[in-house]
């Protein structure tokens, strides 16, 4: 997240990608509805478990985000399988997601960051079967840890918001243009 401190001028979206038919995949959609649920003043979420964002809809929704929010900084979020020792870790990283890599399937890849919950153990035979195996407490757990993290954030964003609305007020728009 520390590049996310770097893009602060930016518009930040966090789009959660998954689906609510299938336990495991169920994690950003969750965030997404925790994260909307908690209303937050400066981010924007897309994908819940109403309105998930999924291998179906994935480029259209992107499209339609990226035209709505152009130059924005995109975090996506989605779950993943990894190693047994990884499950109900959460992992950032400074690259996109690529949804659907677990079902070798080829979609775009997602964001700018990328937040990954580590829900269950990726086995090569049927990853669709380890999703939907995938313990729901670990799931909503995972999505909770998120979700805190993301408001945290948003907190963040928001006070270095204000802050700035307050030097402009002081110094005047044509000082604080200067001084940044």
Do not use: W
């Not at 709505?68 to 190693?83: F, R, V």
């Amino acid at each position: 997240m520390r590049k996310v401190k770097s893009e602060l001028n930016k518009e930040i979206i966090v789009v959660c990608i998954g689906t609510d038919r299938s336990t495991g995949d169920s994690l950003a959609p969750l965030v997404g509805t925790y994260l909307t649920e908690g209303k937050l003043k400066q981010l924007k979420v897309y994908g819940t478990v109403d309105e998930p964002i999924h291998g179906l809809n994935l480029e259209e929704q992107i499209s339609s985000i990226k035209k709505k929010h152009p130059g924005a900084y995109i975090i996506a979020i989605d779950a993943s399988l990894g190693e047994s020792k990884s499950i109900g870790k959460i992992i950032v990283k400074d690259t996109p997601i690529l949804p659907g890599r677990a079902f070798n399937r080829d979609f775009m890849p997602v964001g700018n960051c990328s937040v990954h919950g580590i829900v269950n153990v990726n086995y090569v035979i049927n990853s669709h079967d380890v999703l939907n195996s995938t313990r729901l407490s670990m799931v909503m757990k995972l999505a909770r840890e998120c979700t805190e993290v993301i408001q945290l954030l948003d907190k963040y964003v928001h006070r270095k918001h204000m802050i700035s609305i307050k030097k402009v007020e002081t110094l005047g728009a044509e000082s604080f243009a200067k001084a940044i």
